[in-house]
Structure formats: structure tokens, C-alpha cells
């Protein structure tokens, strides 16, 4: 296994466990004709999480293609 694995194995898992610690603005109310037009703001730990969310994934995305240029 190439070090570039284990780093994305590693974020894979960081990633996983960002999105299973967000909390969830919306639940099954709005799907079946609930108020659904309530605004999101993310403040303090929550704006921290979402935006490493978003890194991670970038991140494990780009890997993934270096990777499959490399390999």
C-alpha cells in the first residue's frame, strides 16, 4: 500500500465522521409538506465542521485523481 493510500484512507474516515457529527437543519417534516423555508446560519463549531467538510472532500477528491493518474 503507497503512502498516498493511507492519506486518503485517513481522510475518508475524518470525512465520514464531519458529515455523521452535522446536525441536520431539516428533518422529515419538510419533506412531506412541512415549513421547509427556514434559513441556515452556521455559527461557531457547526461553521467549522461544514467548512472542513468541504475541504476534506475536495481534498479526497483531488487525491483520488493524482491517484489514478499515477497508478
Do not use: D, N
Not at 431539516?26 to 467548512?51: C, H, M, N, P
Amino acid at each position: 500500500m503507497t503512502p498516498l493510500l493511507w492519506i486518503q484512507i485517513v481522510i475518508a474516515i475524518l470525512l465520514s465522521l464531519c458529515i455523521l457529527v452535522q446536525h441536520r437543519a431539516s428533518g422529515l417534516t419538510s419533506t412531506f409538506g412541512g415549513s421547509g423555508a427556514v434559513a441556515v446560519q452556521r455559527r461557531g463549531a457547526e461553521k467549522v465542521i461544514y467548512k472542513l467538510t468541504i475541504w476534506l472532500s475536495v481534498l479526497f477528491f483531488g487525491l483520488t485523481i493524482v491517484e489514478w493518474f499515477l497508478v
